[in-house]
């Protein structure tokens, strides 16, 4: 199903260049893994701390700068040599890290209604859990829609854009959020459903 992770390889064409200047500044891919995940958890404390609606102008900016991170991290990886076990293992965590300390603060907030958010963080870490198990089966790792951690950053966005400005808070965000925990939950379903699919009948008892 379609989703905003499709958009990817041309938003790594635009980063390229500035890849190959890090690269040459001997920037790591470790490093800027663990740069997004400052950054998330950066903007988390600020969103707890600060009470001001204003502060939600922040999201959109933030998930912005960690979904060019993450490209960032996954080209010095692939395309300069610095792919390692430990550099997975830190771009995995670092994700659902990442995801957790940017949304969860938000049920704390008098905007965003606690429950709703709260289990569709939880689903959150289950799709990109799925993703990887299925690397765990011999499939690849699945990164299929429709809400994936691209799409996830992109509604996020786009909340703390309209709240921050003054849009009005009230039950339609609760229904959008339950809509999001429906797409997480259809997203774990065609992760698992693809994984299985590239394995041999056979093999999938």
Known sequence: MASIYQLKPAFQSLLRPFVRTLARAGVTANQVTLASVALAMATGLLLIV?????????????????????????????E???ASKLGAILNELGDV???????????LRPEFPALPLVVLVVLAIIVEMTGVIGVQIGASRRYDGPFGKSDRAFVFGALGLLLGLGVAA?????WLLWLLVALSALTIANRARRALGQIPSDETA
């Not at 009230?170 to 609760?174: E, K, T």
């Open 97 to 107: 890290v990442a995801d957790a300390a940017m949304y969860l603060p938000l049920a």
């Open 170 to 174: 009230g039950s339609w965000l609760a």
């Open 50 to 78: 600060c009470h001001d609606r204003l502060v939600l102008l922040l999201l959109p900016l933030a998930l912005f700068l960690r979904m060019a991170l993450n490209a960032i991290d996954g080209m010095l990886a692939r």
């Open 80 to 82: 300069h040599g610095q």
